[in-house]
């Protein structure tokens, strides 16, 4: 499972500080305290098969269900069995045909046997019921659970109607009787009845499909192969099925919504390519009958492994235009991976789930260091890092861990992003060749089972040759991370490092790990490999000469932090001479970031020193584009020394630059600069092949209101893309006219998610400087949103929308009627801190 891809906006728009303000009021560190032991569910009973006939009813959202489950005693005799169905009306019980005897409290079926069953005996289960999914909070058991399992759509203006399931912790319980738990596999086969229009899928292979005479169809679904409960999925709506011609073996498919289907092969189609690649590296095949993958709408995650079918978010559906700045090929190969590391060897409880997310979470960066080389994969680990500092600020856990209090806190940073710069470690401290040799061991040997870390730790030590088990304690069963200061001296000819691992009550642990040190001589720089051990520790290099720059981990392979001190003149010569681009990127930033603009004041402008703005001019040409992108951004609205030279550069990266995010954000830079030639260039740009690059030129144009203004906003205003709505949105804010509320409300209906959060700040500035009229006819829209969509980040974008309306007694009753509402207790915690009585 992935989260929900953060895609940025080009174009201003109000920020909610309220949002950074209620996050830092909202966490401390939190320390790592042992809690109740969480052990893998006891299997009293063997899940063999289940066969289901299942048909949605959209009118009540509710599902009506025939299951028959085939199991058997796992090892001891057994004289009930006990299931998990969560919120149905069960219709008839049966045991091998004959009525049985049942209790049920909307949480556990309890069937009583007619005798005792042996490990050697099998029976089969009946259960006619219905499922009632969006009642389940009517429950005092589920009253706080979030999830749900099965998703109706219903059809709107602006949405399909779709059904989807989602069962990934212990949710597929909510729409059919079963042995809810990761360490249970079975096979199974799913009757699906909809209506004849739609598009069925499910695990495995479709085998028949049966008109019905009165509307509606009933698809056959067969996965012969077993896999774990919570990866049984179906969905269906008015798909459009693309069928990859690249795969002749089995096939390979994409479901989109009939507008995408031009555009599937686009989005999805490097799929075949990373099965090749993945089936190279791993010496395994893949696993599976097909793979399929679809996009469904009001999608409650990022994308999830089902296998044989992944579920993605509606986000990946995109055009040429969006595809050409951004594909999305990591959470591709992330969910495709989980296809040997989730799906064919599945973690035998939630406290191992890094066995799954850490491994799709490294595939990200395998699958780019193959596709788009190295540097694109550095950014990917320095990234990932990143995002495990940000959370481990706040928490600090070890990423194996029994003692969790809910489940669902397993789906974080430390077992996904750090957990696969831990693999990155691993991979480093037993070399390529041993580490990919340990994969292939470590799936073969558990293909098709569940496992636990000692089964990796097992599959290494094997090819290896080492004991393993103080690698894994420190890096997957302890918290924390090495944070290392760094005190450098040149002298008579040696070079000295004394390396200092910090110790405090946060991280008392003294790491052994490997460390790259790129030193710069002259025009050039060479690599050492230092292995720290110790808590100080002195290493040293004969060098003729003082080295220009010393920079640690250039390339972003450490799972921790270096402190090291360095001067202006150091990190100049290390954006220019560094082989790395992480060690490019971080002096740059260093280099021409000041305090002012790290407390959020962009007002004092470093490019007025020359120093720093010939850096900056020099990363304009670097072969890296991201360092090209921020050298842009240094340059906004700049009006100081060397003006025409820097803007010869920028005009150079617009008509050049074969990037569309360094051809946008040099447009965003010169859209203050007030010379007439650039105008030309800006109107060129609005037919570049990339939307940013277009969204970009239209707000830069837009600034400076030209008479055709209302017309290029027009020519633009229906077009599908995130980008250009905020560079219309921002012209029709500044306006304020009351006939734009209607236009604003229709493009925001079909935003979801991470889109709203992008959106929302535009659509706030439009509000306080409209009148009480188009405020209040906003409350009820932005109500709905905060209540109904699916991903957290969107109802809170929206409420913030109303927080923007206070002074108006509808929205702060709107805003109790949310907050009563809300399940997500980060959502929660955040609404608590609004002054609302």
């Known amino acids: 499972m992935t989260s929900e891809n953060q895609n940025r906006a080009v174009g201003g728009s109000v920020h909610f500080t309220i949002l950074s303000l209620l996050f830092a009021c909202l966490f401390s560190v939190q320390t790592w305290a042992q809690k109740a032991y969480n052990p893998s569910e006891t299997k009293f009973f063997d899940l063999i098969h289940t066969s289901l006939d299942i048909k949605p009813d959209w009118s009540t959202n509710h599902l009506e269900g025939k299951a028959e489950l085939k199991l058997k005693p796992w090892f001891y005799p057994q004289s009930e069995l006990i299931l998990d169905a969560k919120g149905f009306d069960i219709h008839e019980v049966k045991l091998n045909g004959n009525t049985a005897r049942f209790e049920y409290d909307k949480v556990k079926l309890n069937i009583h046997l007619d005798r005792e069953y042996h490990r050697k005996d099998t029976l089969n289960i009946y259960v006619s019921y219905t499922a009632k999914p969006d009642e389940l909070q009517s429950i005092p058991e589920f009253k706080d659970m979030e999830y749900k399992g099965l998703y109706f759509v ?134 599976w009958q097909k793979y399929a993958q679809i996009a469904v709408r009001d999608y409650v995650s990022g994308a999830m492994e089902n296998t044989t079918a992944t579920i993605h978010g509606s ?52 699958w780019t260091a193959h596709k788009y080389g190295n540097e694109e994969a550095q950014w990917v680990n320095y990234s990932a890092l990143n995002q495990y500092l940000d959370e481990a600020d706040s928490k600090q856990v070890p990423v194996i861990r029994y003692g969790y209090s809910d489940k669902e806190d397993m789906f974080d940073s430390h077992s996904y992003a750090k957990g696969g710069r831990i693999l990155h470690m691993l991979r480093q401290e037993v070399g390529d060749e041993a580490f990919f040799k340990a994969l292939e061991v470590y799936l073969k040997a558990n293909s098709g089972k569940n496992a636990e870390l000692s089964d990796l730790r097992k599959a290494f030590e094997e ?29 008579k000819g040696k070079l000295s490092f004394t390396i200092n691992q910090q110790l405090d009550s946060l991280n008392s642990m003294v790491y052994t790990f490997p460390l790259k040190v790129e030193i710069g001589t002259g025009d050039q720089s060479f690599l050492k490999t230092i292995r720290v051990d110790q808590s100080v520790q002195i290493f040293s290099f004969d060098l003729e000469e003082k080295p220009l720059f010393v920079s640690f981990d250039p390339y972003s392979d450490f799972l921790g932090v270096v402190d090291l001190e360095q001067s202006d003149k150091e990190l100049q010569q290390q954006v220019k001479l560094s082989k790395g681009a992480i060690a490019r990127a971080k ?196 109500e709905n949103i905060a209540k109904n969509e699916s991903l957290w980040i969107g109802r809170f974008a929206a ?39």
Request: with cysteine; net charge negative.
């Open 154 to 287: 219903n059809k709107t203006s602006s949405k399909p109607q779709q059904i989807w399931s989602e069962g990934e912790t212990e949710y597929n319980s909510c729409w059919f009787p079963t042995l809810d738990s990761p360490n249970q596999k079975h096979t199974q086969d799913i009757r699906f009845t909809v209506p004849k229009e739609f598009t069925t899928l499910s695990n495995g292979l479709l085998t028949s499909t049966k008109e019905n005479g009165d509307g509606t169809k009933t698809d056959h679904w067969v996965h012969n192969l077993e896999h774990s409960v919570y990866l049984t999925m179906i969905a269906a709506g008015e798909f459009s099925k693309v069928i990859d011609p690249a795969s002749k073996k089995y096939e390979i498919s994409y479901y989109v919504e009939p507008e995408y289907e031009k555009s599937a092969l686009a989005i999805f189609g490097r799929t075949p390519e990373m099965i090749s690649y993945f089936e190279d590296l791993l010496n395994v095949k893949y696993p």
């Open 315 to 366: 986000s990946i559906q995109k055009v040429a235009n969006q595809i050409v700045d951004q594909n999305d090929d990591g959470v591709i190969a992330h969910e495709l991976f989980h296809h040997w590391f989730g799906d064919l060897v599945t973690a035998e409880s939630w406290a191992n789930l890094p066995l799954n997310e850490a491994f799709a979470d490294y595939s990200e960066h395998l």
């Open 463 to 491: 090819v290896s040759g080492q004991d393993l088990n103080w690698f894994f304690d420190q890096w997957f069963l302890s918290p924390g991370h090495p944070r290392i200061h760094v005190e450098q001296e040149y002298k």
């Open 587 to 782: 002096a740059f930033m260093l280099l021409t970031s000041s305090e002012e603009e790290e407390e959020g004041n962009f007002t004092v402008n470093q490019m007025f020193d020359k120093a720093k703005r010939e850096v900056a001019l020099s990363a304009l040409q670097d072969s890296y584009w991201r360092i090209r992108e921020m050298a842009t951004h240094k340059f906004f609205d700049y009006d100081g020394d060397d003006f025409l030279k820097v803007e010869r550069a920028l005009q150079s990266l617009i008509r050049t630059d074969a990037k569309s995010q360094v051809r946008a954000a040099s447009i965003l830079a010169m859209k203050n600069f007030l010379n007439p030639q650039n105008d030309l260039l800006f109107r060129k740009a609005l037919t570049d092949t990339s939307y940013s690059v277009r969204a970009a030129a239209l707000e830069a144009l837009l600034i400076s209101n030209p008479p055709d203004a209302d017309s290029l906003a027009t020519m633009m205003e229906d077009i599908n893309d995130v980008n250009i709505f905020t560079a219309v949105a921002n012209y029709k804010a500044a306006k304020s006219n009351p006939d734009d509320l209607d236009w604003f409300i229709k493009k925001m209906a079909s935003f979801e998610g991470m889109e709203l959060y992008q959106t929302i700040g535009v659509f706030g500035s439009y509000l306080i400087t409209s009148g009480k009229d188009v405020q209040l006819k906003s409350i009820p829209f932005l």
């Open 799 to 837: 409420s913030q929308g109303l927080v923007l309306l206070m002074d108006l007694p509808e929205a702060i009753t709107a805003l109790k009627n949310i907050i009563a509402l809300e399940k997500n207790e980060k959502l929660q915690e955040l609404y608590r801190q609004l002054p609302i009585d």
